[in-house]
């Protein structure tokens, strides 16, 4: 068959680990007589640069128009730095956040997995990392208050700004029910974590998951309180399964998740819609201190393009492919700096493409 | 001098450890010459067992009345449990939240520290603590999320929940003032974090600190994304000193950041209000399942009562003497289950508290 990609190349590090995830698609294609065809499309700072907008029309209505969206990282510096004082349509994640609301991308899988080769690479002690961790952050994408009404103004000459923070139930039973058919085919445990001692909607959450979950009586599950969670997440990781979550949460909480595995270079993220369609990125940022130097790993980028083929395309034969070819090549020694350890072979990012080519 | 104190006991474990931090005020008291008067008032599941409900006017007042509160843990089960479908009114976090907002405390502070002598108990590995972290969170507690305007409906049949976000200028000015003045007297160095590239609150907090740090030329500052912030305090906490953020934000990385330390038991907190009055409480959770048992930490809130002496009472010298007996107990090898080691002598709640009065 023959299945459209549209590619955002990205930033920083972006366009050189797309590239990769690019060549090991058409390697999969060539073994399995399917075809991909690519069209490049501009978001974000690119976007900006080309059109003075971080998304156009015409991006969106030709993402919307592919089989799925494969993106490289995306963003600049996330310390100081002036776009916070652009006009919030000149911001590149603005062209971001339209892409999810305009893509109707409200589920967004971010897996945090322990690799065993990698494991000293993991920040936490061998103690708690124990036999290891394999978990699932299911965060909403679309609602919550990256999408709620926003005003800044002066009110009495004082400076008063506004965000406001909005679920409805049907917002939220489908993403519920999204976790609750993943941890289904896992280890059948899904953790919901909200505020609900404050919030109404964290209580409105609460209802509805517990409505979901009685759809589900061969998954158990449990509430908890994003607070203690980002506890969790250091004391006991391997209590995780399926994390299910609002919009921020899910993005402090993905973000701390992927990060105690000590190898954010090779985890890999969905944004799915209703449907089949998705959008694939690696969990990692775009790191533009080393950008073009042949350094970056993109091994999450091609696990994406793997997990693309699986949730969108129904290629579970060619993503294991991918996905068995990469283990391959951490087992035979090979490693890019981001992850180099004593007596492993260091390579470069084209390097690790060919390896992993090699092995598919 | 005399000083009233208004005192919480708690929930769960506060009961115990509250009495052995009384204790330990008063044997700094008779050392120093003053004198320290306790008024029990009560809060939260025990105001409502009480009166019906979880703060009364009577309650806020005598607090109001009082040099400053010194309180327990508080709060029930953090996972599956009822509460969360009682009505606002009748939750024991009701009474905590309007005790913060009717004392007016919006400066909450949680040093997060590690202990040299119980390093081992840090989930992070050795590399990663280097030699050591030391820091403060100071969280804003009286406005953001916690205190905006909620409401739950039914629009055209569908439940609706929804929650608001604000901040004005004065609320972020004064906290990041705190926040500079903690951090002048220690390495002078604010990371200030936020979610400025989604939300117009964190944009104009952004605006503020920029503002306030201005009158600061001796404190370095910068901006963090809260994702990143998350990420960071796992990865290399040991770059933080001071941390100012919102009140929803603080919650999330301050549970985090104690979290690391791997001595939650060890850690106290202040909330202060304009001026010099201030609640003094333990950074940890009310652990129901060891209460009673005389095998709780105490020192978490023995450490909060010096915080007390300190901020609220301008009583250095006895702070400082109280401080010092604690870091000598645990030099001499006496520990709590929560921080036992191999080769430290075990000991309960009472005799904690008995060995820490020897030493002052
Ligand atoms: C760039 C930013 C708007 C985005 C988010 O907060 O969702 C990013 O942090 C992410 O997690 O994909
Ligand atoms: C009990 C709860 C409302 C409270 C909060 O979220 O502020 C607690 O988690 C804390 O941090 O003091």
Redesign the pocket.
Known sequence: MNFNVAVIKGDGIGPEIVDQAVRVLDAAAEKSGHEFTYKQILMGGASIDAYGKPLTEETLETARNSDAVLMGSIGGNTTTSPWYRLPAELRPEAGLLALRKGLGLFANIRPAYLYEELKKACPLRDEIIGDGFDMVIMRELTGGLYFGERSTEVVDGIRVAKDSLTYNENEIRRIAVKAFDIARKRKKHVISVD?A??LDSSRLWRQVVEEVAKDYEDVTYEHM?V?NCAMQLVNDPKQFDVILTENMFGDILSDEASMITGSIGMLSSASLAEGKFGLYEPSHGSAPDIAGKDIANPIATILSAAMMLRYSFDLDAEADMIEMAVKKVLKDGYRTVDIMSDGMVQVGTKAMGDLIIERI
């Open positions: 505020k001692n404050v309180l607070d």
